[in-house]
């Protein structure tokens, strides 16, 4: 008997604030080969002020409310993002530490969450990827384990002028993640 396929929403965070970045790109592709079933939100995260606890505790910026709204409604949820100096962008940690505050009214525990990321150097976003795993872990977040999506060299996988990542190596391992995350996602659920 062939199992029915529901919508999932799945909100997706870009660490990069550039129009054009190979993490952009990336992004792009995933969505380009994901599921039929899934549809997309992107929250922006370039306009949430730095976490203040004093501005929570008098109001919280409406930035966060959208962010806190969209990840509570998601099914589950995509960082792609890249790698600054060894580490996670500054970006993409403030919306999570935004998103896990308070803890007990955090959308993120028990949340599926993937992890993406693109670089030029050859090890891709690794170190990045190790600072969100061990940031989400502490959150109580369902980080997927495998297949990690990391993508080194990116800049001879991509013309400049195109808006995703055509490569045939690099796409099938794309397509090979997202279904990895379906499934995470649906195993989760059930």
């Known amino acids: ?106 959308p993120l525990p028990k949340k599926p969450i993937a992890l993406a990321g693109a670089s030029p150097q050859g090890a891709g976003t690794v170190q990045a990827q190790t600072q969100l795993r061990q940031t989400l872990i502490a959150i109580d977040a369902y980080v997927m384990s495998g297949p990690k999506l990391l993508v080194g060299q990116v800049h001879t996988r991509v013309e400049v002028e195109d808006e995703q990542i055509t490569e045939e190596g690099t796409v099938k391992r794309i397509k090979k993640y997202v279904k990895a995350f379906d499934e995470w996602i649906t195993t989760l659920s059930e």
């Not at 790109?25 to 380009?32: A, C, V, Y």
């Open 1 to 106: 008997m062939k199992r029915e396929v529901l919508l999932m929403e799945i909100v997706l965070l870009c660490g990069s604030l550039r129009k054009q970045s190979y993490n952009r790109k990336l992004l792009n592709t995933i969505k380009e080969h994901a599921p039929s079933h899934w549809t997309f939100t992107e929250i922006a995260i370039d306009r949430i002020p730095f976490y203040n606890a004093d501005v929570e505790e008098r109001r919280v910026p409406d930035e966060v409310t959208v962010l806190k709204e969209g990840l509570t409604r998601a099914d589950g949820v995509i960082i792609v993002s890249p790698e600054y100096n060894n580490g996670m962008p500054a970006v993409v940690k403030n919306a999570l530490d935004w998103a896990a505050s308070p803890p007990q009214e955090s």
